[in-house]
């Protein structure tokens, strides 16, 4: 029996190429990473990365598009499937923590240092923009634009922070295993939607 292993395709290999790099730019940040380390775990010569990508800013900020558009394309179909406004608030985090619990890497890739790159980090300024964007229309209504869009800002950063908590706590020794994602995702959701309903609610322009 032949052992050849299978040449990837270039849609595979290009695919393969972006979760290495994912993984190392989270790990490492942009500024450390190197299109040679890259190369190297991916199983690739330099020249091969190239052909499929420019530069390592033009890899960074595809990685950064890809990961916030399948952020907030499951963020908008679960909003869109709920059945009321409350039910909206709650779908709609557990799909952000879902990616927090299943892609680690791609929350990091989002949310982990910044690099000093004006125009990297302005793309990930964007991307937090998006979600508060999508976050918006589930704001109670009777409250002018600038002040629905501030408390949408607000309600990003709680999720951050709760988010960025939660990974501290299971990487910290001791630790319990890791638990079942969508009943994990769900868990968080529901006690952030819980503090985000009841603070909305009681909004008054």
């Given at each position: 029996?032949?052992?050849?292993?299978?040449?990837?395709?270039?849609?595979?290999?290009?695919?393969?190429?972006?979760?290495?790099?994912?993984?190392?730019?989270?790990?490492?940040g942009?500024?450390?990473?190197?299109?040679?380390?890259?190369?190297?775990?991916?199983?690739?010569?330099?020249?091969?990365?190239?052909?499929?990508?420019s530069?390592k800013?033009a890899?960074?900020?595809?990685?950064v598009?890809?990961?916030?558009?399948?952020?907030?394309?499951?963020?908008?179909?679960?909003?869109?499937?709920?059945?009321?406004?409350?039910?909206?608030?709650?779908?709609?985090?557990?799909?952000y923590?879902?990616?927090?619990?299943?892609?680690?890497t791609?929350?990091r890739?989002?949310?982990?240092?910044?690099?000093?790159?004006?125009?990297?980090?302005?793309?990930?300024?964007?991307?937090?923009?998006?979600?508060?964007?999508?976050i918006?229309?589930?704001?109670?209504a009777?409250?002018?634009?600038?002040?629905r869009?501030?408390?949408?800002?607000?309600?990003?950063?709680?999720?951050?922070?709760?988010?960025?908590?939660?990974?501290?706590?299971?990487?910290?020794?001791?630790?319990?295993?890791?638990?079942?994602?969508?009943?994990?995702?769900?868990?968080?959701?529901?006690?952030?939607?819980?503090?985000?309903?009841?603070?909305?609610?009681a909004?008054?322009?």
């Amino acid at each position: 029996m032949s052992t050849t292993a299978r040449r990837l395709s270039a849609d595979e290999r290009r695919r393969q190429l972006f979760d290495v790099a994912l993984q190392l730019f989270a790990e490492r940040g942009f500024e450390a990473a190197t299109m040679d380390e890259i190369a190297e775990r991916a199983g690739v010569t330099k020249p091969l990365l190239y052909q499929h990508f420019s530069s390592k800013r033009a890899l960074y900020l595809e990685l950064v598009d890809s990961v916030a558009e399948e952020l907030l394309g499951s963020i908008g179909q679960a909003t869109a499937a709920a059945a009321g406004p409350r039910e909206q608030v709650e779908d709609g985090f557990a799909a952000y923590f879902r990616m927090v619990v299943t892609h680690e890497t791609a929350f990091r890739l989002l949310y982990g240092s910044r690099p000093a790159d004006d125009e990297l980090g302005v793309a990930l300024r964007r991307v937090e923009d998006a979600i508060a964007v999508a976050i918006d229309p589930l704001i109670a209504a009777g409250l002018d634009d600038e002040h629905r869009r501030f408390l949408a800002y607000a309600v990003v950063g709680m999720a951050e922070g709760a988010s960025r908590h939660w990974i501290e706590t299971r990487a910290a020794p001791g630790a319990a295993p890791a638990p079942d994602a969508d009943a994990e995702a769900q868990r968080l959701a529901r006690r952030l939607a819980d503090l985000a309903w009841a603070g909305l609610r009681a909004v008054h322009a």
